[in-house]
């Protein structure tokens, strides 16, 4: 039998009660899984923008490898200091350079196992910034010569460029998973390549909102049109992610499970 590899994989976690889920559910996760390597999107974790040393540091003891971030994470400053001290800390690869942190990083397991996570961003209805596909290239270069095992977070809006991502990337990564829109697609798949896919993981965060943020002032904005300062939601908690089992030899994906948990998990038999 072939051996594998389980990745854990927590969609972007928003506010405090995203923090306070994962804080309270991520050992169960790695223990229900057996994850060998857990990748969190952090990128809305303080009022929805962007994360700091301290939930960083807090993220990692709890049992994530790596943490991405996306969009948001350039609204909080102090996210900066972060994203250029710490390596496992990674941002976008394709922001013009010139921009604090890295892009991609090397999980180093405890059994000497590799596992290479690279982000990208997409372009449509976003920011203009450097062509994610070219930029998957020229990292993937880098990073196919150091790892068999690499998850791509594709940070993008547009469903078409998520899946055009997947056939770019098919084949050549073991999963492209999808987050930033916080709302979890039905279309998990293995690619006939070999790489795992799902257009959007969902969002670790409170529902009872507009993607995370309080619905009354979502509202505001878009009935009245001005601006209005935005405040993290609390209620109606669920843990979103994806499982991913890798066969550690060829790289490619077995299986992929997306997940939505609600918090409190009420009942332990859903775990
Ligand atoms: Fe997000
Ligand atoms: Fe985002």
Redesign the pocket.
């Known amino acids: 039998m072939a051996r594998t590899l389980s990745v854990l994989f927590i969609g ?1 976690i ?1 506010g405090n009660a995203g923090m306070n889920a994962i804080r309270t559910f991520l050992p169960s996760f790695i223990q229900k899984y057996s994850a060998d390597c857990v990748v969190i ?1 952090g ?2 974790i303080v009022n929805g923008k962007g994360l700091t040393e301290k939930e960083a540091t807090e993220l990692f003891s709890l049992g994530a490898h790596v943490i991405t971030t ?1 969009n ?1 994470v350039w609204e909080n400053w102090q996210s900066r200091p972060l994203l250029a001290t710490n390596p496992l800390v990674i941002r976008p690869i394709n922001y013009p350079v010139g921009n604090p942190g890295r892009g991609y990083a090397i999980a180093s397991l405890p059994d000497g196992r590799k596992v290479g996570v690279l982000q990208l961003q997409g372009r449509t209805f976003m920011q203009s910034i450097d062509c994610p596909f070219r930029a998957a290239d020229s990292a993937l270069a880098k990073l196919q010569a150091q790892c068999k095992i690499i998850i791509v977070d594709f940070h993008a809006d547009a469903t078409a460029e998520k899946i055009a991502m997947g056939w770019h990337l098919d084949g050549k990564v073991s999963a492209v998973l999808g ?2 829109t ?1 709302i979890q697609t039905a279309d998990a798949r293995i690619l006939p390549n070999g790489t795992a896919y799902v257009t959007d993981v969902g ?1 670790t965060g409170p529902y009872d909102s507009v993607l ?1 943020m309080q619905k009354e002032i979502a509202l505001k904005r878009f009935i009245l049109q001005t601006a209005h300062k935005y405040e993290t939601a609390t209620d109606d908690m669920r843990i979103c992610g994806a499982n991913v089992i890798i066969d550690e030899q060829t790289g490619k994906a077995i299986s992929i499970k997306p997940f939505m948990y609600p918090s409190p998990i009420t009942d332990i038999g859903e775990l």
């Open positions: 972007d928003v999107n990128e809305n996306g948001h987050t930033h916080h969002m995370g």
